[in-house]
């Protein structure tokens, strides 16, 4: 045969072969896709068919108010409304002398000119736009960190604000709860020490129960070394370290709540606290000889967790929300039940009661001396 | 000799004796006080030789860092120094200073005019409210410039007994204590003891500038934009420190991250080297 004779003779054979490796080839492409697909089904749903981070529905934004912040124990008032509004808050740190205990001054840095920093109060959803300033006297930088804050540092990263300088950031409340807020500038420990806390509660949607009284605690210690003769005392850092506080208090001082300084309720009234801990180390049994809470908001979160509570517990750098209705008149005393601490450094708040007498829920039956028979 | 003249000498000799007496410590006593003057004026130095010190913040297993050898001044510039520059250089006065080197609304901002810094004794008190750039310029016009954050903090590492007492708890708690009085007042500088290294008031008075204030962190974790100063502050400032409980060192260091070239501060001054 020739060439020409064999390549005519091949022909259908040729064309047959590129014919089947057609198929096969097509066929390999389509197992190839087909196992993909598979492959596709079977894994994780989540990863392939939603965004990289979940986004909350947020509401939309309407008007801006400013915010009116507190000094404890006062808080401000309820929130009135039904929509997601900008909110601005501003606040300034200082670092001013002032009484600790009894012939104990000590220089305290603050959150709005006192120990513990100013109550904020905005709602789920609001737009926070806050504005931080630090007094022109001021020795060194401060920042915020808020822990209802989702972002870096809670805020912190952005916040480093110079005495006589000022920054501003802007957060969503994304979650309803009570909150601590402090300072975050290094070393954090001594700025937490010296003062630097407070709380911000941002409301649940849907606001909370009704009360006659709400109150601002917020319980903290302090490591105190004397000064030279006529100075105030400064941070005691070994003790800090060690853990061991020359003070526990409430409110910034020994003596901010009792006596004249006690805030008075009238019997039957229902009361709320917002009870926070700045630390900076220790866990408060926080305890109202007297009472009994009704109702607890553990660690500070947007609901109820227990009911008929006597001691909750409180952790540092976080807060408590508790409710009880008085009964019967007299003075409720706030402790700390890790007891040393409430009679021998200072934990120990007070709460008057005034009106009618209940003598069916409390009643001396004798009083002191000989039983008689 | 003549008698007449021995006895003239004789009989002279010790009027002349008191009269040498007289004149040479006068001539000693103004030689000291023209030259405390003179130091007072901004010139006392001393030497610092060549050493190493711990940093606060360097990658682990770094160890120690080397200083070469410096001289520092002995005390901060003074307002009456400052006061002498702004005299001689008119575009470094309050309401002529450029904004690209000062802020004008804090340069200066407790003098009661350009060429009105205080009474006698507030010219002897640290200058304060100045910017980087102004505290350059000032130890450039005298030949200086300001230290580097290394010779700082290798000069202010020692206590008045010992060259390196970085390590001493007791130091650390007193620099703490004075810390936290920055925004009190300012001493006297005569009251204050030199330390080891014979420097005064490197911790009582004020924060003072350093030439590279903006270069304190050395880190292998860049997080991005802003992770320098993210890295000072909250609990990340103790990773990557070599002594987490040195809160002096902390302290400066917080207060170097939120400065820029033009800040200006009541409790910063500065003092030059060469």
Same mark, same amino acid.
């Given at each position: 045969? /020739?060439?020409?004779?064999?390549?005519?003779?091949?022909?259908?054979?040729?064309?047959?072969?590129?014919?089947?490796?057609?198929?096969?080839?097509?066929?390999?492409?389509?197992?190839?896709?087909?196992?993909?697909?598979?492959?596709?089904?079977?894994? &994780?749903?989540?990863?392939?068919?939603?965004?990289?981070?979940?986004?909350? &529905?947020?509401?939309?934004?309407?008007?801006?108010?400013?915010? #009116?912040?507190?000094?404890?124990?006062?808080?401000?008032?309820?929130?009135?409304?039904?929509?997601?509004?900008?909110?601005?808050?501003?606040?300034? /740190? /200082?670092?001013?002398?002032?009484?600790?205990?009894?012939?104990?001054?000590?220089?305290?840095?603050?959150?709005?000119?006192?120990?513990?920093?100013?109550?904020?109060?905005?709602?789920? *959803?609001?737009?926070?736009?806050?504005?931080?300033?630090?007094?022109?006297?001021?020795?060194?930088? #401060?920042?915020?960190?808020?822990?209802?804050?989702?972002?870096?540092?809670g805020?912190?990263?952005? /916040?480093?604000?110079?005495?006589?300088?000022?920054?501003e950031?802007?957060?969503?409340?994304?979650?309803?709860?009570?909150?601590?807020?402090?300072?975050?500038?290094?070393?954090?420990?001594?700025?937490?020490?010296?003062?630097?806390y407070?709380?911000?509660?941002?409301?649940?949607?849907?606001?909370l129960?009704?009360?006659?009284?709400e109150?601002?605690?917020?319980?903290?210690?302090?490591?105190?070394?004397?000064?030279?003769?006529?100075?105030?005392?400064t941070? &005691?850092?070994?003790?800090?370290?060690?853990?061991?506080?020359?003070?526990?208090?409430?409110?910034?001082?020994?003596?901010?709540?009792?006596?004249?300084?006690?805030?008075?309720?009238?019997?039957?009234?229902?009361?709320?606290?917002?009870?926070?801990?700045?630390?900076?180390?220790?866990?408060?049994?926080?305890?109202?000889?007297?009472?009994?809470?009704?109702?607890?908001?553990?660690? *500070?979160?947007?609901?109820?967790?227990?009911?008929?509570?006597?001691?909750?517990?409180?952790?540092?750098?976080?807060?408590?929300?508790?409710?009880?209705?008085?009964?019967?008149?007299?003075?409720?005393?706030?402790?700390?039940?890790?007891?040393?601490?409430?009679f021998?450094?200072?934990?120990?708040?007070?709460?008057k009661?005034?009106?009618?007498?209940?003598?069916?829920?409390?009643?001396?039956?004798?009083?002191?001396?000989?039983?008689?028979? | 000799?003549?008698?007449?003249?021995?006895?003239?000498?004789?009989?002279?000799?010790?009027?002349?004796?008191?009269?040498?007496?007289?004149?040479? %410590?006068?001539?000693?006593?103004?030689? =000291?006080?023209?030259?405390?003057?003179?130091?007072?004026?901004?010139?006392?130095?001393?030497s610092?030789?060549?050493g190493?010190?711990?940093?606060?913040?360097?990658?682990?297993?770094?160890?120690? +860092?080397?200083?070469?050898?410096?001289?520092?001044?002995?005390? %901060?510039?003074?307002?009456?120094?400052?006061?002498?520059?702004?005299?001689?250089?008119?575009?470094?006065?309050?309401?002529?200073?450029?904004?690209?080197?000062?802020?004008?609304? +804090?340069?200066?901002?407790?003098?009661?005019?350009?060429?009105?810094?205080?009474?006698?004794?507030?010219?002897?008190?640290?200058?304060?409210?100045? !910017?980087? @750039?102004?505290?350059?310029?000032?130890?450039?016009?005298s030949?200086?410039?300001?230290?580097?954050?290394?010779?700082?903090?290798?000069?202010?590492?020692?206590?008045?007994?010992?060259?390196?007492?970085?390590?001493? %708890?007791a130091?650390?708690?007193?620099?703490?204590?004075?810390?936290?009085?920055?925004?009190?007042?300012?001493?006297?500088?005569?009251?204050?003891?030199?330390?080891?290294?014979?420097?005064?008031?490197?911790?009582?008075?004020?924060?003072?500038?350093?030439?590279?204030?903006?270069?304190?962190?050395? !880190?292998?974790?860049?997080?991005?934009?802003?992770?320098?100063?993210?890295?000072? =502050?909250?609990? !990340?400032?103790?990773i990557?420190?070599?002594?987490? @409980?040195?809160?002096?060192?902390?302290?400066?260091?917080?207060?170097?991250?939120?400065?820029?070239?033009?800040?200006?501060?009541?409790?910063?001054g500065?003092?030059?080297?060469?």
């Amino acid at each position: 045969m /020739t060439l020409n004779e064999t390549a005519k003779k091949n022909q259908p054979e040729a064309r047959r072969r590129s014919f089947w490796a057609l198929v096969g080839g097509a066929t390999t492409i389509a197992a190839a896709l087909l196992v993909l697909t598979a492959a596709n089904l079977f894994r &994780d749903p989540g990863s392939s068919f939603r965004p990289a981070v979940p986004v909350k &529905d947020l509401p939309s934004i309407k008007g801006e108010m400013v915010a #009116h912040l507190t000094q404890a124990p006062e808080v401000p008032a309820p929130l009135d409304r039904d929509y997601a509004t900008k909110v601005i808050v501003e606040l300034e /740190t /200082t670092e001013t002398v002032q009484r600790l205990a009894d012939g104990v001054d000590y220089t305290m840095w603050t959150f709005g000119g006192k120990v513990p920093g100013n109550f904020i109060r905005v709602r789920e *959803g609001d737009l926070v736009e806050f504005r931080l300033t630090n007094s022109k006297t001021s020795g060194v930088p #401060h920042n915020i960190d808020l822990h209802a804050v989702s972002g870096p540092g809670g805020g912190a990263a952005v /916040t480093l604000t110079l005495p006589g300088g000022g920054s501003e950031f802007s957060f969503r409340a994304l979650n309803p709860g009570l909150y601590v807020y402090h300072c975050a500038v290094s070393p954090v420990p001594m700025h937490i020490a010296n003062g630097m806390y407070g709380m911000i509660l941002v409301e649940p949607k849907e606001g909370l129960p009704k009360v006659d009284r709400e109150l601002y605690i917020m319980q903290s210690e302090f490591y105190a070394k004397a000064g030279k003769k006529g100075e105030p005392h400064t941070l &005691d850092f070994e003790r800090g370290v060690a853990e061991q506080p020359t003070h526990v208090v409430f409110n910034g001082s020994v003596g901010a709540l009792t006596g004249d300084n006690a805030p008075v309720v009238n019997v039957g009234e229902s009361v709320r606290l917002f009870v926070g801990n700045g630390g900076p180390n220790l866990s408060s049994s926080f305890h109202v000889i007297g009472e009994v809470f009704d109702h607890v908001y553990g660690e *500070g979160g947007s609901e109820v967790t227990q009911k008929n509570v006597q001691t909750t517990l409180i952790p540092a750098g976080g807060s408590a929300i508790v409710e009880f209705r008085t009964e019967v008149p007299g003075t409720l005393v706030l402790v700390d039940h890790a007891i040393f601490r409430a009679f021998n450094k200072g934990a120990l708040g007070m709460i008057k009661v005034e009106g009618k007498a209940n003598d069916d829920v409390f009643k001396q039956i004798k009083g002191f001396g000989v039983m008689e028979h | 000799m003549n008698a007449l003249l021995r006895l003239t000498l004789l009989r002279t000799m010790p009027a002349l004796f008191f009269l040498a007496a007289a004149i040479v %410590p006068a001539s000693a006593e103004a030689a =000291v006080t023209a030259g405390a003057a003179a130091a007072e004026k901004g010139g006392a130095m001393v030497s610092l030789p060549a050493g190493t010190y711990r940093p606060l913040y360097g990658k682990a297993g770094d160890g120690e +860092t080397r200083v070469e050898a410096f001289r520092l001044d002995r005390d %901060p510039v003074t307002r009456g120094e400052f006061l002498a520059f702004v005299r001689a250089n008119p575009e470094w006065r309050r309401s002529q200073v450029r904004g690209v080197h000062a802020d004008r609304a +804090t340069y200066l901002n407790d003098w009661t005019g350009d060429l009105e810094a205080g009474t006698a004794r507030t010219l002897r008190l640290p200058v304060t409210w100045v !910017s980087w @750039s102004a505290a350059r310029a000032f130890c450039e016009s005298s030949g200086k410039r300001l230290p580097t954050v290394k010779e700082w903090e290798y000069a202010a590492a020692a206590s008045a007994g010992e060259r390196d007492a970085s390590r001493d %708890p007791a130091f650390l708690q007193r620099l703490t204590s004075e810390y936290a009085r920055r925004g009190l007042g300012l001493r006297d500088i005569g009251e204050l003891e030199p330390n080891a290294w014979g420097v005064r008031g490197l911790h009582e008075m004020t924060w003072e500038w350093v030439e590279d204030f903006n270069s304190v962190l050395v !880190s292998d974790d860049s997080r991005g934009v802003g992770a320098r100063e993210f890295d000072q =502050v909250c609990a !990340s400032a103790a990773i990557g420190a070599t002594d987490p @409980s040195n809160y002096a060192a902390f302290l400066r260091y917080a207060v170097r991250a939120g400065l820029e070239g033009r800040s200006a501060m009541g409790s910063l001054g500065f003092r030059c080297a060469i």
